[in-house]
């Protein structure tokens, strides 16, 4: 079962989290901070990764605890359902394309936490989030969640639909690289036996 639960409770959140690898992208997120919830069901739904959220947080100063420290609980949750990752594929990539945007994910679930991050808004602002929360995001999930992860906008004009395909694009690599690979089903998929 490559299922897993994370509560973080801190002075500025309260945070639990269910995932299951094995799902069919069903999510049930709440967050306080609409835009992110729509993300997050964004990332569960293309990835098929259920996700369950609830986060209580100090949205009355910014939602900027909110977004970061779901990003650590959802790293620390994969990081616990995959185990030794023994028999995943381990990598995975897309070239996501959603009307004007055009984004390109590539990740490596190595546990050597990396985060390359070539994308730019041209607002600041998406309804009332702060866009700059979404390289928050990406960079705390990478961190807890051991990932190598690079992403960079190719092409793009409306800062929701980057935002949207940038989510989407690391949904469907991370998608590829939980997966079980067949070939492969009883090893751990490095030279070093170990990941």
Request: with cysteine; charged share 25%.
């Amino acid at each position: 079962m490559r299922n897993a639960k994370v509560t973080r409770s801190t002075a500025e959140t309260d945070i639990h989290v269910v995932i299951d690898l094995d799902g069919t992208g069903q999510y049930e997120c709440d967050t306080g901070v609409g835009f992110f919830d729509h993300m997050l069901d964004q990332l569960s739904r293309h990835s098929l990764i259920d996700i369950t959220v609830t986060c209580k947080g100090d949205t009355f100063i910014d939602d900027h605890h909110s977004v970061e420290d779901v990003g650590i609980a959802l790293g620390q949750a994969l990081t616990k359902a995959l185990g030794d990752k023994r028999g995943i594929r381990r990598y995975g990539d897309c070239h996501l394309a959603m009307d004007d945007s055009l984004v390109r994910a590539a990740l490596d679930l190595s546990g050597r936490p990396f985060l390359v991050w070539n994308v730019d808004f041209p607002t600041e602002k998406i309804g009332s989030f702060d866009t700059e929360l979404v390289r928050e995001f990406f960079q705390a999930f990478s961190t807890h969640g051991g990932i190598t992860l690079h992403v960079d906008k190719l092409h793009g004009l409306n800062s929701h639909h980057i935002a949207e395909a940038a989510f989407k694009a690391v949904a469907r690599a991370l998608r590829t690289a939980v997966e079980s690979d067949p070939r492969k089903a009883d090893a751990i998929p490095s030279t070093k036996g170990t990941l």
